[in-house]
């Protein structure tokens, strides 16, 4: 991965995905493409001539912050050992490392000062 950016995947997390949506496709020329993610609802694609360029959801019991916010994945080799260096570096695990179908593994740490970071280990394709 040191030949190519780290941040792989960026996401907006929004209470209202239906004006959140209109507003960022209307702004950049994006289209839409809605996805059933279960249990945690509808889950929209950012898509730009097809291409996926981002992801959109409704926040869930395990998000970080107050009110909508656009963060980002970085991809790691190992998320289970980059969740333990946060803890031994004085950082926290917010979000355990768990699977997600078709995607990767992916956990949530912070910073000792409770800055926010996404890690994704992808699928191996």
């Known amino acids: 991965m040191a030949n190519q950016s780290p941040f792989i995947w960026h996401e907006l997390v929004t209470f209202d995905q239906a004006r959140s949506g ?46 909508p916010f656009w963060h980002f994945y970085i991809a790691v ?4 050992e ?14 355990p490392p768990h699977d997600v179908p078709d995607v990767g593994r992916i956990c949530i740490v912070a910073d000792p000062t409770g800055a926010i970071a996404h890690l994704m280990q992808p699928v191996k394709t």
């Open 22 to 67: 209109t507003f960022f496709s209307q702004l950049f020329g994006w289209t839409l493409k809605k996805v059933d993610a279960g249990p945690f609802g509808i889950y929209t694609l950012f898509q730009r001539n097809g291409q996926d360029v981002a992801g959109m959801m409704n926040p869930t019991p395990d998000t970080p912050g107050k009110g």
């Open 82 to 95: 980059c969740a333990k260096q946060a803890s031994l570096l004085g950082g926290s695990v917010v979000v």
């Open 77 to 80: 080799n190992d998320v289970e």
